[in-house]
């Protein structure tokens, strides 16, 4: 209980003190081996502990309530690196950025993404599986549908981690959909 209580007033530090920040993976078409866009990963330049990975922050964020807070900080820097990169000629597509269900869930999101001036197609939302249930809610349907009238792509990630449907997926027609490596990695070595 005490560390949780240290991390979280630490990770309330962080976010005032712009500790959280956007690294980028890149992504490669399997056929001609270009680069197709770039994922931006949240990470928190500790002080003291150096760079931490999500999984460690992130459930004491959610029960701060402060994820939504660090998914904009992430997609603040991944719009100016995009901007920065456009501007120096490279030919990055698209930059993937997480968004967390109580973003979806938020009703001025489309409206704040609009004054952000997102050039469409430049940027797509990773939804976690779990977020986009058969039985899903009235404003995330219509954020998602707002979103994509904006030109932002919608993907899924981890797909098979865990309850949506393949009828769900019909119904978001996700941009893209990435399968959870548990199903995937038993294709090179299963003959099942």
């Known amino acids: 209980i005490v560390n949780a209580k240290q991390m979280a007033d630490e990770i309330l530090a962080g976010i005032d003190n712009n500790e959280f920040v956007a690294h980028f993976q890149p992504q490669f078409d399997a056929g001609t081996l270009a680069i197709s866009g770039v994922e931006a990963l949240a990470r928190w330049r500790h002080p003291t502990r150096g760079m931490v990975p999500p999984d460690v922050f992130l459930p004491i964020a959610e029960d701060l309530n402060v994820v939504a807070t660090i998914d904009r900080m992430v997609l603040d820097q991944a719009l100016s690196n995009y901007r920065y990169w456009q501007a120096l000629g490279l030919d990055i597509p698209c930059v993937s950025v997480n968004v967390s269900g109580r973003r979806l869930r938020d009703a001025g999101l ?39 009238e904006l030109g932002i792509g919608i993907e899924i990630d981890d797909f098979g981690t865990g309850y949506a449907s393949i009828v769900s997926v019909l119904q978001l027609k996700p941009k893209r959909l990435k399968i959870d490596r548990h199903l995937v990695m038993p294709i090179v070595e299963s003959p099942e």
């Open 110 to 148: 489309v409206e704040s993404l609009r004054n952000l001036d997102i050039p469409p197609g430049a940027v797509s939302f990773e939804l976690v599986e779990s977020i986009y249930l058969d039985e899903r809610d009235e404003l995330v349907a219509l954020n998602i549908e707002r979103i994509k």
